[in-house]
């Protein structure tokens, strides 16, 4: 989305170096080969960051020409992201924590200073997500049978309920441990079967809920008059002229010509046709 109001200048100026001179691949020394530009909005106003890119310039090196960015960078902001992490962190804590809307976090951020449409700070609350999912996830590739995972409360670990259930499902079958602090969950004391067992009864509970509301929605789609699934690729008229052309004695290749349709799709439309009002004539075997 295109920007309303023009981007103030930049308050501040940064140079961001890498501290490693030495490439990781062959040794020798990197030289500063070009630098980026890029602004990042922090809570402390927008700063204007120079990112000086090293290169080893050795030929015979794997890592020759591949840039080195300034270890620093990643501390400021996402690659190419306008807004830095602290902001992605005060709209996490605000979200979260707090359980404030997407307007009223809009607005704290517009009070300290930020400017920012309500739509980025929609994508702000998803890169947290994202971020958080990574680390959680991180730290699940990590655990291994015997292990004990403890979080502070159990919202900490899953984005949402079947999220979560996936996650201690994925503990039960991996043998590892699991406790959440205020929840007082633990499932290495006798009770832990019954909590793995509480979450397996979940599980099963959320499958039932997701079937039946399939089956809610296409019931109720049913009598608005629509058809589930995918919308059919030949009307219903084209087809009752092709059945009769083709009762007719017209070859199916001369059919898929003249009506301009995919071999596959004419198959696939007599076959829904033939299951639909039963007809026995219609001769659907690969001609
Ligand atoms: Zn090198």
Known sequence: MSRRESRPEASRE????????????CGKLMRGSY???RTVCTLTGLCRLTVVIR???????ERYHVAYHPEEEGIWALPQA???LEIIALVGALRYSEHR????????LRLRGVQISERNVTHLVERYEELVALRVQKALDYLQAGDCLVVWKLDRLGRSLPH??????GFKKKGIA???LTEQMDTTTPHGEFFFGIFGSLAQYERALTKERIMAGLTAAKKRGKQGGRP?????EKVQAITEALNSGTSKAAICRTFNVKRTTLYDALRKTAEAISTPSLHLERA
């Open 55 to 61: 290169c080893c310039q050795n030929q015979a090196c």
């Open 82 to 84: 306008e807004f830095g």
């Open 14 to 25: 940064c140079v961001l170096r890498p501290q490693r001179e030495q490439c990781s691949s």
């Open 35 to 37: 630098h980026n530009r």
């Open 178 to 180: 699991f406790k959440s």
């Open 101 to 108: 809307s997407i307007p009223e976090i809009h607005q704290q």
């Open 164 to 169: 979560l259930i996936r996650i201690v499902e």
């Open 232 to 236: 059919r690729a030949i009307s219903e």
